[in-house]
């Protein structure tokens, strides 16, 4: 048996339409060594990795894997610090502060999360990844025509069927349809109201009746059942992120970690209070006290600097109660693998089920 | 080429594996008939009937087809009236009163959605439909049981694993999950928090993996991708809604319609502010201006009182700035056909996509 649409196949020269989802800060070279190795598309993600990290991992993958690999990069417009809404954002916090014996004014990281520059697309061209990948829209048109130069296929994630129609109109090889149920950054940039995001379910054949490009579907998808679902709905591939996260490549804290053990089905919400974007994860303290939405924290990627002296300590205890749990509404479905046999199994399974 | 589960047709009786979910207000008999002839459930929502017009429903159902016939109550726990509260949602709504031009102290309609009942009993087991569906969890044990004395199939909706489970304890032959995308009320019981309400992708696998008893799909599914993908994910059948709201046996006001046909896959939202229980309809002024969720309107179904005046004015302009605009998020892949024609293709398109 075969997969039945080869359109994403042919296009990354990969064997299985399974994308390991890039997840910045979670992810790791070996993850996108072992999918790859699997005929699968690794993803090494760059949002907060220094050039000099991201040109080391990338060095470090192509030493063990030939494969096709993605490089994924944030493509977020940088405002600038705001003094007023910091502050509000450190005195709505202080309360924590205080009772975690931590003074007012401690000195808090600024947190870093680059955008897609020209450094990290000098190295797009020294390094020649098969495929670029993009959060939050694209990058400027000039920065684009410089990826697309070097052969790689570009993708982006849609939230709506109108991002999707944006993206493909600025030249996306392929499009991430990326529903509500998906753990972490909505990769919306069009989009604004996050009460009306919508559904894998309904989102992926609007998408796949909107654009002439092949669709991945995101967002839901932890098992065979869901890629078997996904290319039934007009999908020609899955991006699979949080079943990811349970193998021993993820770099997952243990906090996290057991929440990812611990998480039903209706146990996530999303949530800007961790970065300033919404992004799903695992509901915890800071989200049911002061959210899971909030318009206090200061813009994207601002909003973690208060909470990091306070996550710090909360994980120094054992407790995730101001970390960010990321994860997506199947998490359960996920079975805790090494990324390699994950991928394989994920394949095995799907052509099973479609063959049958 | 068959069904591949026979699970539900044969618990049914049925002969395609497609529930006309019941709508109340929006669905009628000639609806159900419709559905019934072409060998899916047809469904008589009763929640905002009378008795007598229950009655008289069923027994023109029962003239125009033998076929086997769901008939749908509300069984949420009645509140009593909180005139404090209402005086609030008054005051809040007075500025619209305001604008036009309605007196602030106009006499308004009570609401009326009885929940299932001894009444209602009454009718159930004289006229013996074939299945009889509850929203908003299950009728008290002895009303319960007997309606299960009549030997009709009882199912109920789940909006999350623990809402799944705890209709299997309590006896359902079958559980619809409903999936976030679904246009309409919430059927969710013991879920509390919207914002962590679980998509039909996510939540259908994780039901049938809790549940022994066959899983009814719904939420985002309008076409026939969406069954093939439904039962992929193990779905047994769907329950399909906003489709059949396209159909010319829908009761649709001409804003509904007008709205309906100008929907996008981000349009609609979950608000409470027309009946104080959450909903999934398209986004209109009400909720733009107050919501989509809110505090303010009194416990089900007493807020659309204060409401009737403004939407009953706004209609008569053509608006349907007050009304609710029921929707689900796949509003936009439905084919306006009637009802009968409606099943009969998606049933085929469906089995041609199995076999192909």
Not at 292 to 320: T, V
């Amino acid at each position: 048996m075969n997969w039945p649409d080869r359109r994403v196949l042919d296009l990354f020269g990969i064997e299985a339409p399974i994308i390991q989802a890039p997840m910045a800060n979670f992810s790791t070279p070996a993850m996108a060594i072992a999918v790859a190795e699997a005929g699968g598309l690794g993803s090494l993600a760059c949002a907060s990795l220094t050039a000099e990290q991201m040109r080391a991992d990338l060095i470090a993958i192509r030493a063990q894997t030939a494969r096709p690999l993605n490089v994924n990069f944030f493509c977020h417009q940088p405002t600038p610090p705001d003094e007023i809404r910091e502050a509000a954002w450190r005195k709505k916090l202080a309360p924590y502060y205080d009772a975690f014996g931590i003074a007012r004014d401690t000195q808090v990281p600024s947190v870093a999360r680059q955008p897609f520059d020209g450094a990290a697309c000098d190295i797009v061209e020294e390094l020649n990844p098969a495929v670029v990948s993009f959060h939050f829209g694209l990058p400027s048109a000039p920065l684009l025509a410089r990826v697309r130069a070097t052969g790689a296929k570009i993708i982006s994630s849609a939230t709506t069927v109108a991002e999707a129609r944006w993206l493909e109109e600025r030249g996306c090889d392929a499009v991430i349809a990326m529903g509500a149920e998906a753990g972490g950054h909505r990769g919306s940039f069009l989009a604004t109201e996050m009460t009306q995001q919508v559904g894998t379910f309904a989102l992926v054949p609007q998408v796949v009746d909107a654009v002439h490009v092949p669709v991945i579907a995101a967002g839901g998808i932890a098992d065979a059942r869901g890629i078997v679902a996904a290319l039934a709905l007009g999908a020609s591939a899955v991006q699979i992120g949080t079943a990811y996260m349970y193998s021993p490549e993820a770099k997952v804290s243990a906090p996290h970690r057991a929440a990812l053990s611990a998480v039903t089905d209706d146990g996530t919400a999303m949530t800007n209070l961790f970065t300033g974007r919404p992004a799903r994860g695992i509901v915890n303290r800071l989200m049911r006290e002061m959210g899971p939405m909030s318009d206090a924290p200061p813009a994207f990627p601002r909003a973690g600097g208060a909470l990091a002296p306070l996550k710090l300590q909360a994980e120094a205890n054992g407790s995730g109660d101001f970390s960010t749990l990321w994860a997506g509404q199947a998490a359960r479905l996920s079975k805790a693998l090494p990324a390699r046999k994950l991928t394989l199994l994920l394949a095995k399974e799907a052509l099973a089920q479609i063959a049958h």
